[in-house]
């Protein structure tokens, strides 16, 4: 126990005696602010390391931290303030009365803090701005805390002073008032504030033309509130409105009409009409027979000049004697319910001697300037163009009737079965040998239109040797030898029916075994 109580008493004389020695080499006093850490030298000293003071400095002074820390301020800004010890400006132990900010007010930087020194505020005594006994950042920094006696409003504009006021000089007021929602353009450029703002009342204040100049309403309201979209603020009384931005731009006479002409109620609540019908319902001379698209065959430049593009516009394009007809001749009911045909034979069915055979395509033979005169037809369009003799035949040649048209045969066959002196052993295909420049001009390549080239002895015979059976369409003919030769076969079909195998076309006696 008494061991014990001696390492006590030994431990606290050691405490005892290295705070005596700490109060030995401390340089002086701390000033009076610090004198309470005086017996804590650890509150602002770090044993053995030297640039733990600054991280203890800021920690007690928290604003000046949030500075550097913020890049703001007098010390924020200050050139590597993360780095620079405090003690270089703030040097303690010099006693309790000793000043230790080293402020030199006629050379103190003022440009590095967040109020610089602008204008008027250069001229201005410290004192003006920086009350005594208050700290030095505390100052405001607001126009109002120090202009407050000097504002004539009162108070109604709010704080935001430096939207008309500047440094220069507090007496000279100026306001941008594009910044605001409202520019000022034209007359309004000149008019007094106290006109739009009484009792210099500022917010509230209403933006629309109407709110202003309801008494100027020539309209009396019937024309809504949107004064801007015909009047500028230039003259008042030079209203324009652009009515190409609308669904109905003004062309030609209606841009003399009168706005009260079309717009007879309420602008926004009554839309006016778009179409023309709807407007000049009583001047149809149609009585709603031709539909309500007058602008088809009336324009704006005058009711009266009545036109309709009818080559344009329609599939049915008007030429010849058509031109002279009046509208009434074709359309004899309501335009849009009863559909006209655009054909011929739908409006002269009447006028045709064919009967009908020939089809409903009129314009093929006739035109429009007249319906008897320069009737052609240009038989090349047909399944059966002509050429040759065939050009110089006359219809009736082969169109016996004026009603046999449709049933015309076009196959050689069936006109030219009397001149056929084959009998048909050659087919019905006489297009293979004969053209229609003569029937005697005849030509056929036996070695290039058929697989069985004349060779030999085979090049010199007549047609009638080999085809003999009568054929009803194209030629069907066996090239093998035996289907000519049988009866000359000594083989008796022993050797089979390849008798090019070793007889030859020059002879058949000629024997020549090839492998």
């Not at 000097?150 to 007021?173: I, Q």
């Not at 020539?218 to 009515?243: I, L, N, S």
């Not at 076009?410 to 087919?427: F, N, R, S, V, Y």
């Amino acid at each position: 126990m008494r061991a014990l109580l001696a390492l006590l008493l030994l431990i606290l004389a050691g405490a005892a005696h290295g705070a005596a020695i700490e109060r030995l080499v401390m340089p002086g006093e701390l000033i009076r602010g610090h004198a309470k850490y005086e017996e804590q030298c650890d509150s602002c000293h770090q044993k053995f390391a030297e640039r733990g003071q600054n991280t203890l400095c800021r920690e007690c002074h928290d604003r000046v931290d949030a500075d550097i820390k913020g890049a703001r301020g007098f010390h924020g800004r200050m050139q590597n303030a993360r780095s620079v010890a405090c003690a270089s400006c703030h040097a303690d132990h010099k006693g309790r009365d000793a000043k230790i900010v080293p402020l030199d007010k006629e050379t103190f930087p003022h440009a590095r803090t967040d109020f610089p020194l602008k204008g008027a505020h250069a001229r201005v005594a410290c004192a003006s701005c920086h009350d005594s006994g208050k700290k030095w950042r505390d100052a405001p920094t607001d126009c109002l805390s120090c202009h407050k006696k000097n504002d004539p409003h009162e108070g109604r504009l709010g704080k935001a002073c430096a939207d008309c006021h500047d440094t220069g000089s507090w007496k000279k007021a100026q306001f941008d008032h594009d910044k605001t929602k409202f520019r000022l353009d034209g007359a309004h450029a000149k008019t007094l504030c106290a006109a739009c703002h009484p009792g210099e009342r500022y917010k509230e204040t209403p933006k629309d033309c109407a709110s202003c100049h309801r008494i100027d309403d020539a309209h009396a309201g019937r024309y809504g509130a949107k004064c801007a979209d015909c009047h500028t603020a230039t003259k008042w009384k030079q209203p324009r409105f652009d009515h190409e931005k609308t669904k109905f731009p003004l062309r030609d006479r209606h841009r003399e009409v009168a706005c009260d002409a079309c717009h007879t109620g309420d602008l926004y609540k009554e839309k006016a009409p778009l179409t023309c019908n709807g407007c000049h319902k009583e001047d149809d001379a149609h009585r709603g027979k031709n539909g309500p698209k007058c602008e088809s065959c009336h324009d704006q430049r005058g009711w009266t000049k009545a036109r309709f593009e009818h080559n344009r516009k329609t599939r049915f394009p008007l030429a010849g004697a058509h031109q002279r007809l009046e509208c009434e001749s074709c359309h004899k009911g309501e335009i849009y319910k009863v559909k006209l045909d655009a054909t011929c034979h739908s409006c002269h069915r009447g006028d045709d001697r064919h009967r009908g055979q020939l089809g409903e395509e009129c314009q093929t033979c006739h035109n429009q300037k007249s319906w008897g005169e320069k009737v052609r037809f240009d038989h090349d369009l047909t399944r059966f163009p002509l050429i040759g003799l065939h050009a110089a035949a006359p219809c009736e040649a082969c169109h016996l009737s004026a009603a046999r048209y449709h049933d015309t045969p076009t196959a050689c066959a069936q006109c030219h079965a009397d001149d056929d002196k084959h009998k048909k052993t050659l087919g019905q295909e006489c297009g293979t040998c004969h053209t229609p420049n003569d029937w005697a001009l005849w030509k056929f390549d036996h070695d290039r239109q058929t697989r069985h080239k004349l060779s030999g002895k085979h090049a010199g015979l007549d047609c009638a040797a080999c085809h003999r059976a009568p054929m009803d369409k194209e030629v069907r003919q066996s090239a093998a030898c035996a289907a000519c030769h049988r009866q000359d076969d000594l083989h008796v079909g022993r050797f089979g029916d390849q008798c090019d195998r070793c007889h030859t076309t020059q002879s058949f006696k000629d024997v020549e075994i090839r492998q």
